[in-house]
């Protein structure tokens, strides 16, 4: 019995924990307008998505990290892009999507270095539609965008 609890202590330890040097990205961004904001969560700039949260005219769309989702980051190209969408399932009224992408040459390296990252971009977005009685899906929207990290 103590090595069952042992064993079960060292799984949850290890899964529970983030890698050492690893640090959450936060996305922030907002369009002209105001309208509508786009706010994430990113595990190492790169990684897996933690939460992400599309508001348009007050209304949400929340994703987590339950969502399938793919990150592109490269700072010396200006690519940040975001991908994601919900798991397949049989009822299709529950899927939703998201579609991020920094416009290259808007982006700029305000701070690189090892322990800490800042950029500032503009960037494009459409997304499965939150608000009722509109499409199923947002035209596409431009964004003011910062994303941050520190170690």
Request: aromatic fraction near 12%; glycine fraction near 6%.
């Amino acid at each position: 019995m103590k090595r069952i609890l042992f064993c079960l202590i060292i799984i949850i330890s290890l899964t529970s924990f983030k890698t050492i040097g690893s640090a959450t990205a936060y996305l922030i961004c907002q369009s002209e307008s105001g309208r509508t904001k786009f706010k994430a969560e990113i595990q190492d700039i790169e990684g897996g998505l933690e939460k992400a949260e599309l508001t348009i005219d007050g209304i949400k769309l929340i994703f987590t990290g339950e969502e399938n989702s793919n990150v592109i980051f490269d700072s010396k190209n200006g690519v940040y892009t975001i991908a994601i969408e919900s798991k397949p399932s049989k009822d299709f009224s529950k899927y939703k999507f998201l579609k991020f992408w920094a416009i290259p040459k808007t982006f700029k390296t305000i701070i690189e270095n090892n322990v800490e990252g800042k950029y500032e971009f503009k960037a494009i977005l459409y997304s499965t539609e939150p608000r009722k009685g509109k499409d199923l899906q947002t035209p596409k929207i431009e964004l003011n965008c910062k994303l941050e990290y520190k170690i």
